[in-house]
Nanobody, 121 residues
Framework: QVQLVESGGGLVQAGGSLRISCAAS????????MGWYRQAPGKQRELVAS???????KYADSVKGRFTISRDNAKNTIYLQMSSLKPEDTSVYYC???????????????WGQGTQVTVSS
């Protein structure tokens, strides 16, 4: 129903910036909420930031003031602008989308394949 494709990951020095993108295709109702999650090897997947179609956003405490999520509804695309990057931000970043009525980890949401972000010290 919904396909998500991430892009823009790469290697960046600590203190630097990077922008990653997630393009969605499929059901309009399957992208009411979209967000970025990250999961490092051996660690739990965690919310980085999420955004509703109307623009309301939420951030993890660890990235507040450094990351900005945005949404272009006409392009069915979300972005994550990452600044002041730290080595602990190193992770695979996954795009998530779904109905506002379903929790992020339930079947009503969809996942992209992920994009690797590596921050060197």
């Amino acid at each position: 129903q919904v396909q998500l494709v991430e892009s823009g990951g790469g290697l960046v020095q600590a203190g630097g910036s990077l922008r990653i993108s997630c393009a969605a295709s499929g059901s309009f109702f399957g992208t009411e909420v979209m967000g970025w999650y990250r999961q490092a090897p051996g660690k739990q997947r965690e919310l980085v930031a999420s955004i509703l179609r109307g623009g309301t956003s939420k951030y993890a405490d660890s990235v507040k003031g450094r990351f900005t999520i945005s949404r272009d509804n006409a392009k069915n695309t979300i972005y994550l602008q990452m600044s002041s990057l730290k080595p602990e931000d190193t992770s695979v970043y996954y795009c998530n989308a779904g109905s506002i009525t379903a929790r992020w980890d339930l079947p009503g949401h969809y996942w992209g394949q992920g994009t690797q972000v590596t921050v060197s010290s």
